[in-house]
C-alpha cells in the first residue's frame, strides 16, 4: 500500500497545483473521515482486546499497553502499512503548503495544517514500535537509552505473547530477518 502512495500523492499534487481550493477542502475531508475511521477501529479494538486477551494472561501493564495501541497489536502489517502512507501525505502536505503560498492563497493553508497536524497524532498510535526505534537511535543519554531499549523490548514480549509466537519461533523469525538484511 506504501508503494501506492507514492503514484497516489504524484497524481494529487497535480490536480492540486491546478485546483488548490478544492484540493485543500477535499484533502481535509479525507484526512477528517480517516481520523475518524482509525478512532472507531480503535476504540472497537480496545473493546474487543478483552475478548482476545484473557486478563489472568497479562499483566497490569500489558494489558494498558494492548489497551493503548490496539490496533497495532490486532492489525499489525495494516496499522504499519497506514502509516507509511500518512508519512507520504505528510511530506505531500509541505509541497502543498508551498504551492498554496507561490499561488498566495493563504486561506487554504489552514486544512493543509490541519490534515499534516492530524496524520502527526495518528502515526504513532498505529506504529509504535518504529517511532520508539527512532527515538532509541536519536538517543545520547546511554540511560535513557536503554529505557528506550527496554520498552521496545517489552513492547515485543507482548506482542509474541498476544499472538502466541513462542522463543523458537521468535528465533526462527529472526534467522529469517537477519538473512533477509544479509541478502
Avoid at 41 to 56: L, P, Y
Avoid at 82 to 92: A, K
Avoid at 103 to 131: C, E, G, M, N, T
Wanted: aromatic share 16%; with cysteine.
Amino acid at each position: 500500500m506504501a508503494i501506492l502512495a507514492y503514484p497516489l500523492c504524484v497524481i494529487y499534487l497535480a490536480i492540486f497545483f491546478f485546483f488548490p481550493e478544492i484540493a485543500a477542502i477535499i484533502l481535509l475531508a479525507l484526512a477528517t473521515l480517516l481520523w475518524l475511521y482509525i478512532l472507531v477501529i480503535t476504540k472497537g479494538a480496545k473493546s474487543r482486546v478483552g475478548i482476545w486477551v484473557k486478563d489472568k494472561d497479562f499483566s497490569e501493564k500489558e494489558q494498558g499497553l494492548l489497551y493503548k495501541y490496539p490496533a497495532f497489536f490486532r492489525y499489525p502489517f495494516v496499522s504499519t502499512t497506514i502509516s507509511e502512507f500518512l508519512s507520504v501525505v505528510q511530506i505531500s502536505t509541505i509541497i502543498m503548503a508551498i504551492i498554496l503560498l507561490f499561488k498566495q492563497l493563504w486561506l487554504y493553508l489552514i486544512p493543509i495544517a490541519i490534515v499534516f497536524l492530524i496524520f502527526a497524532s495518528l502515526r504513532p498510535k498505529l506504529d509504535p514500535l518504529f517511532f520508539l526505534k527512532q527515538l532509541y537511535a536519536k538517543q545520547k543519554d546511554p540511560l535513557r537509552q536503554m529505557e528506550v531499549k527496554t520498552d521496545i523490548d517489552f513492547m515485543g514480549i507482548v506482542y509474541d505473547k498476544f499472538w502466541g509466537i513462542g522463543k523458537e519461533e521468535r528465533a526462527e523469525i529472526d534467522r529469517a530477518h537477519k538473512k533477509g538484511e544479509n541478502i
